[in-house]
């Protein structure tokens, strides 16, 4: 059974930062474009950072040089690394992983408000 599973997500003050996890079962993550996503309340859900099984990663241009994506292929876990946020981020942040099928995590809340 495929999961993706989010954690990590809280209440920061701007400037702050978060890491998030996305624990994969079922694949392995190595082998999948992960990529993170984000919704804030009334905006369509968009792409924040991906990496390839190759390990080349790409981010929206307004996290970069901010956030990090990175794997852990031991753990089969994906990160991402938020440094110096904004309120702007604050949204519910989704693991996703594509290949020939697809699978989304359930999100977890980023909430960044002093």
């Known amino acids: 059974q495929v999961q993706l599973v989010e954690s990590g997500g809280g209440l920061v003050q701007p400037g702050g930062s978060l890491r998030l996890s996305c624990a994969a079962s079922?694949?392995?993550?190595?082998?999948?474009?992960m990529m993170w996503y984000r919704q804030a309340p009334g905006k369509e859900r968009e792409w924040v950072a991906s990496?390839?099984?190759?390990?080349?990663?790409n981010y929206a241009d307004s996290v970069k040089g901010r956030f990090t994506i990175s794997r852990d292929n031991g753990k089969n876990t994906l990160y991402l690394q938020m440094n110096n946020l904004k309120p702007e981020d604050s949204a519910v942040y989704y693991c996703?992983?594509?290949?020939?099928?697809?699978?989304w995590g359930q999100g977890t809340q980023v909430t960044v408000s002093s």
């Open positions: 996703y992983a594509r290949r020939f099928d697809y699978y």
């Open positions: 079922g694949f392995t993550v190595s082998t999948y474009v």
């Open positions: 990496i390839t099984s190759a390990l080349v990663t």
